[in-house]
């Protein structure tokens, strides 16, 4: 399993926060979450949190979660038991893609893996326009390439804790001028680097074609760059997946959101079965080594501790699923395992 698909010779490494692995060591990887993050919206900043979690809130929450307080991920016992309940379903390997402008915490990070046997990878770069500080929107592609490469070979965020890959890089839609400097960076970082891209698109159907486009022109190397949120960016066009996924890496990672509702714009959200229905088709197109699957936890009421599905749903639960729906154990792990592995190790 997996060895013919590790592009090349045992000895290439992935970067977690506690410093290189071998790509063997990965085992099974979640590609998009946070696990310390504040996704709080800068226009949010000063508002107290108005809504606690409870029984009573809880549904609430889950329906419209952009209530102050509610996208902080910062309680490092919290996180520690969500990670051991991760490692206890078989996970290895979870990729925190929190750049900045979303509150990374490469420190707490490196605490919370050694504590807890699991590895973390780090994502370098920035968040979507309205997220970052005036300063930063005002470098060069030079600039942001210089520090995306710095967060990669030595450390980020003022610490010597290094990322292991480019992203999620934000972009809005309309794209700004920043996002477009910062797509750039991000090829020129990978260029530099050989470390894969993640890309947050907008909120439209041409979105990722424009992002594909960019990064195609800046040379960035598509086979080694996942565009994230296919759940609400094609909700129900898997053509439109498919296509794309002859492009570069395409993640369905709204994994547990199982209401329809999406809070953030007028889309029907798949549940868990219909992803899988559209992961379906993407490998029957032949494409299974495109696609990679995850949760994107960043609110509380998705954690355990707060009566949510925790990082550990994938493979408690969406795993039986996918046998009982006739999945065989090599495609499985060709999500969770090999393409992971094909995109992190270096
Ligand atoms: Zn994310």
Redesign the pocket.
């Known amino acids: 399993m997996g060895e013919s698909k590790a592009e090349g010779t045992p000895s290439r490494q992935a970067i977690t926060v506690r410093g290189t692995i071998d790509g063997a060591e990965l085992g099974h990887v979640l590609m ?3 696990i310390c ?1 504040d ?1 709080t919206n800068p226009a949010w900043r000063e508002a107290p949190a108005t809504l606690e979690i409870s029984l009573e809130t809880r549904f609430e929450l889950d329906y419209r979660p952009m209530v102050p307080g509610h996208h902080v991920l910062l309680d490092e016992d919290v996180a520690a038991a969500e990670l051991a309940a991760f490692k206890a379903v078989g996970g290895s390997t979870i990729v925190d ?2 750049t900045g402008g ?1 509150g990374p915490e490469p420190a707490m990070l490196a605490r919370l893996s050694e504590r807890c046997g699991v590895n973390v990878i780090l994502g370098a770069g920035f968040y979507t326009d309205t997220y970052v500080d005036e300063g930063t929107k005002s470098l060069p592609v030079e600039g942001l390439a210089e520090i995306m490469i710095g967060q990669i070979m030595d450390g980020a965020w003022g610490t010597d804790v290094r990322c292991g890959i480019i992203g ?1 890089i934000g972009v809005s839609w309309p794209m700004t001028p920043f996002e477009e400097r910062c797509l750039k960076a991000a090829a020129q970082a990978q260029l530099a680097t050989g470390a894969s891209i993640n890309v ?1 698109p907008g909120r439209h159907p041409d979105a990722c074609r424009e992002i594909c486009d960019v990064l195609e022109r800046a040379g960035a190397d598509l086979s080694r760059t996942v565009l ?2 296919m759940d609400r960016t094609h909700p129900e066009d898997v053509d439109a997946v498919i296509a794309l996924a002859r492009r570069c890496v395409v993640e369905y ?1 709204f994994f547990g959101i199982e209401t329809s509702n999406y809070w953030m714009g007028v889309v029907d959200l798949p549940n868990d079965w219909m992803r899988l229905r559209a992961l379906r088709r993407l490998f029957d197109a032949g494409l299974g080594e495109q696609v990679c699957i995850s949760h ?1 936890i ?1 609110t509380r009421s998705r954690l355990l501790a707060h009566g949510g599905h925790g990082y550990r749903h994938i493979h408690a639960n969406v795993r039986p699923l996918m046998r009982d729906r006739g999945w065989s154990e090599a495609e499985i792990d060709q999500m969770l395992v090999d393409t992971p592995r094909r995109l992190l190790t270096i």
Request: with cysteine; charged share 25%; net charge negative.
């Open positions: 998009h979450e946070h993050c996704l893609l929190t979303i999620e947050h994230s949120h990672d994107d960043c």
